[in-house]
């Protein structure tokens, strides 16, 4: 198996940075929960550059307001392979996991059923280098790779 190819996405911060905030790359939910738990995933850093694989799905949760009453939300974001996030949904309040949860494992199974989309040529293969694309090659086809 290789490697997820990784793209750099700009991860925002969600409410106020003197509050809770965080952003996970999810890529499993625990259905019998109804509560942050329920995501699993590794964290990443908000408020930056960070590299992630194309298509993840990723959870930022952010809060705003005081410390007794804070006002929670939450995004749902996808990154794209020019390196944006495409924003899928949202949530306000206390029920926030709750609310996102079916969405997430939808996007999570629609993801993993979808074909690898493959093109014969495309312009942006120039970027790669004579050696790299010979491994590529190889890998997929070992009796044409000495070519």
Known sequence: MHEPILVPIDVPLVGDDRRKNWAKIVTNVDESMASGWAYEG???ATGGIQDVPI???ILTYGERGSRTN???EARVLKANSDGTL???TSAKGRAWARTLRDQIVELLTDQSDAP???IDWDPSLL???TEAL???LSRRSPSTGDR
């Open 70 to 72: 804070p006002q929670v």
């Open 86 to 88: 495409t924003l899928i």
């Open 55 to 57: 298509g993840s799905i």
């Open 116 to 118: 690898i989309t493959q």
């Open 134 to 136: 010979k491994e590529e």
């Open 42 to 44: 590794e964290f990443i």
């Open 127 to 129: 970027r790669y280098t």
